[in-house]
T-cell receptor, first 108, second 116 residues
């Protein structure tokens, strides 16, 4: 089993809709969790950290389920500018492990 | 500059050639990571430095890959006798965090290596 697994998509979603991605991880000792965003041919950039209690940043909500070892990202009222690849990131020990990413296309 | 700087941005090498990729992290950042990203894939971990110490090199795909950060700032990733499968974008990232990375990673724009 890969350390971090994501549905590669693409998710084709109409503008204004709500979309959610999940990501599963294999190392139960993982302590830190993040979502990064990567635009085409650009470097990844931090979107948000994921806390045990769940956290929200504007239209974005991230949640962690330690028992089932998955994290989720919910995007409400999606915008055209949300089109990107969303990378799930898990940090066990001193490593920072990226998933392969989920591609999101917001359709006008 | 304020961000992570990588050079060269683009490198075309003939198979068998040696290449060196440079990363200049954000000043004061303790942690430095190298990742390899193939087309359509997520970044794959290569190696991690805390200051000048290389704490984890388990992701380096073969002994042709070597990384160093001798003074705890600039890092160089060297690939000897390049092969076509080495073609990828090599991303460098730095983090202010120390022993247990938990802070934000700041990435450079990457070095795109094409091996012919």
């Amino acid at each position: 089993r890969k350390e971090v697994e994501q549905d590669p998509g693409p998710f084709n979603v109409p503008e204004g809709a709500t979309v959610a991605f999940n990501c599963t991880y294999s190392n139960s000792a993982s302590q830190s969790f993040f979502w990064y965003r990567q635009d085409c041919r650009k470097e990844p950039k931090l979107l948000m950290s994921v806390y045990s209690s769940g956290n929200e940043d504007g239209r974005f909500t991230a949640q962690l389920n330690r028992a089932s070892q998955y994290i989720s990202l919910l995007i409400r009222d999606s915008k055209l500018s949300d089109s990107a690849t969303y990378l799930c990131v898990v940090s066990p020990d001193d490593k920072i492990i990226f998933g392969k990413g989920t591609r999101l296309h917001i359709l006008p | 500059g304020a961000g992570v700087s990588q050079s060269p941005r683009y490198k075309v090498a003939k198979r068998g050639q040696d290449v060196a990729l440079r990363c200049d992290p954000i000043s004061g950042h303790v942690s430095l990571f190298w990742y390899q990203q193939a087309l359509g894939q997520g970044p794959e971990f290569l190696t991690y430095f805390q200051n000048e110490a290389q704490l984890d090199k388990s992701g380096l795909p073969s002994d042709r890959f070597f990384a160093e950060r001798p003074e705890g700032s600039v890092s160089t990733l060297k690939i000897q006798r390049t092969q076509q499968e080495d073609s990828a974008v090599y991303l460098c990232a730095s983090s202010l965090a120390g022993s247990r990375p938990g802070g934000e990673l700041f990435f450079g724009e990457g070095s795109r290596l094409t091996v012919l």
